[in-house]
């Protein structure tokens, strides 16, 4: 029990498929408290359907998902709102409330779950935008900021309720080396001074490396590899090499499968 | 001759799979829209404790429709008014137009065109608003927070729709009616008097008015919930909202004129 007290998610034997194609396969994932762990793998390979998973926003075909105790795929639905409560999660987009300013989108969740007065809810949504760097940036509305700064607005906004752990979905993606600077060095700084939970999706090997205490590795619908990012850049798997190492040939071929290149050319003469 | 007999076969099967194929997908579509409608309005916390929020739908689907409606209702009572002297007059009962036109909109035109108009402008604008959402993860992000969509978004929404579209009704016959006066009393010479007593005497409050008004009850029900399925299943493209929003148009269209001829035949055909 001791151990599983060590781990705020527990993904047990996964399997989840897609229109007949397993997406996973009986996949085992521990997720330790306290730490950042971030779950690599090539695009397109489940990283984001994961985090769904283990949100409950998709169910899967066989195995269990327990988050902080509760078996997350046998919760009811109201339940299930309450769990979610100890989450947070950060899309890929940010995902922020197109209507709400950025002062209201942070002040959501403080609304809908608090009974906090006014003034205190204006404090704690300006300490979350000032953990962030955005506070000046209180009164725009969404359409007027750039991608780095929506998802930041969007960090403040899923650690406005203090949760447990953060789910980030590709916090990386399409960020100039500034922004990306930023995230790399929020997502760390906010796991040990607020005690988190983190769990980053990502593929870009070098800035997931550099935050991470505990790296998974997913691809063809399993776990390739897991251990610390020292242990992962060292490995002698092939699969796991060639992804940390970005080699653009190996187990997972340059070319999509097709038929031989000289018969193909040939063929052509036939038309 | 043999050969030909079998792909006959094969070809019939396969017609027959594809047709039980798309069966059950209607059938499921149908299921999963009566649950998703269900959870949405009965659920807990559903209905009063969102008074602002279905204010602020009243606003935008009620007032915002209030133009189209207002315009289209002043130009069919003016037809109706038109047309009704032009047949009339060759009986000699040209006063009796204000009895057809009073019957004509509270009875069919007023709650059937404005549910039309509803389905085109407010029905087609609630899909792309929640398909967009969808597609831009907002309603994942609220769930994420811990809000259930269904409540936030769905919920005030429907409940907008079905409250609003008797009252556009309402606001259309009543213009329609003034509409019909203008062109038949004050351009075309009938007598006040008749054109106005004619119509008190013919119109019925139980039979004409409140049939009226259940009729736009039922359509407002009908054409609001197919618009809010359509927009939270949407598939998260831009091809998938153009669809759905189509989708809201054609199918409120078809449901409307369909339901309009059940009601009639069971209100006022002897059945």
């Known amino acids: 029990m001791a151990f599983a007290s060590d781990n705020v998610v527990e993904i047990n034997g996964l399997t989840f498929r897609r229109s007949g194609r397993a ?12 730490k950042v762990t971030a779950i690599m793998g090539p695009s397109g390979t489940g990283k984001t359907t994961l985090l769904r998973l283990i949100g409950a926003q998709l169910r899967p075909d066989a195995g269990d998902i327990i988050v902080d105790g509760h078996s997350i795929p046998s919760l009811g639905r109201s339940d299930l709102f309450k769990v979610r409560r100890k989450m947070g999660m950060l899309f ?9 300013s950025v002062y209201e989108n942070v002040a959501f969740p403080l609304r809908v ?49 203090d949760p447990m752990m953060i789910m980030y979905d590709e916090p990386f993606v399409g960020q100039d080396p500034i922004a990306m600077g930023v995230l790399v060095q929020l997502i760390r700084l906010l796991n040990d001074a607020l005690n988190l939970t983190s769990i980053v999706v990502s593929h870009d090997v070098h800035e997931a490396a550099s935050i991470a205490d505990y790296i998974y590795v997913v691809g063809d619908a399993s776990v ?48 | 001759m043999k050969q030909q007999r079998l792909d006959l076969i094969t070809s019939f099967i396969t017609f027959l799979r594809r047709l039980g194929q798309f069966g059950i997908m209607r059938v499921e579509s149908i299921g999963r829209s009566g649950v998703f409608l269900l959870l949405a309005i009965f659920g807990r916390s559903g209905f009063g404790s969102r008074y602002q929020l279905l204010l602020q739908q009243l606003y935008s689907i009620g007032v915002l429709s209030l133009v189209i409606i207002s315009v289209s209702g002043l130009f069919i009572g003016m037809v109706l008014g038109l047309q009704g002297y032009n047949i009339l007059v060759t009986y000699g009962s040209e006063e009796a137009v204000g009895q057809m036109v009073a019957l004509t909109l509270l009875r069919e035109l007023g709650p059937v065109v404005t549910a039309l108009l509803y389905a085109g402008r407010a029905g087609s604008a609630l899909t792309a608003e929640i398909g967009l959402m969808k597609a831009t993860e907002q309603l994942s992000s609220m769930e ?25 009704a309402a606001i259309f016959s009543v213009i329609g009616i003034y ?15 008749s054109f106005w007593s004619n119509m008190q005497q013919s119109v019925n409050f139980a039979d004409d008015v409140c049939n009226g ?7 407002g029900f009908v054409v609001t919930w197919i618009a809010v399925f359509q927009g939270y299943d ?37 059945l």
């Open chain 2, 144 to 168: 994420m927070i811990g809000v259930d969509p269904l409540k936030r978004i769905v919920a005030p929404r429907f409940w907008a729709g079905f409250i609003s579209m008797p009252l556009l």
């Open chain 2, 213 to 219: 008004v259940i009729k736009s009850l039922v359509f």
């Open chain 1, 92 to 100: 890929q987009s940010g995902a922020l409330f197109t209507d709400l």
């Open chain 1, 23 to 34: 997406i996973y396969d009986n996949v085992t994932i521990h997720i330790p408290r306290g």
């Open chain 2, 179 to 193: 509409g019909g006066a203008m062109v038949s009393v004050d351009w075309l010479g009938i007598y006040e008097g």
């Open chain 1, 224 to 271: 390739l590899g897991h251990g610390t990012p020292g242990e992962l850049m060292n490995s002698t798997d092939d699969r796991i090499r060639q992804f940390m190492k970005g080699l653009p040939d190996g187990p997972v071929p340059y070319h999509y499968p097709a038929q031989d290149y000289r018969q193909d050319l040939l063929m052509g003469e036939l038309l």
């Open chain 1, 113 to 161: 779950h608090t009974q906090l007065p006014e003034a205190m809810i204006r404090d704690v949504v300006l300490m979350k935008l000032h953990a962030v760097g955005l506070r000046g940036a209180r009164d725009l509305m969404p359409s007027e900021l750039s991608g780095g700064m929506a998802r930041r607005v969007a960090l403040a906004r899923a650690i406005a309720l």
């Open chain 2, 234 to 270: 949407t598939l998260p493209t831009s091809e998938g909202i153009s669809r759905a929003t189509t989708r809201t148009v054609v199918y409120s269209s078809l449901a409307v004129l369909g339901l309009d001829f059940i009601l009639t035949a069971v209100m006022f055909g002897e």
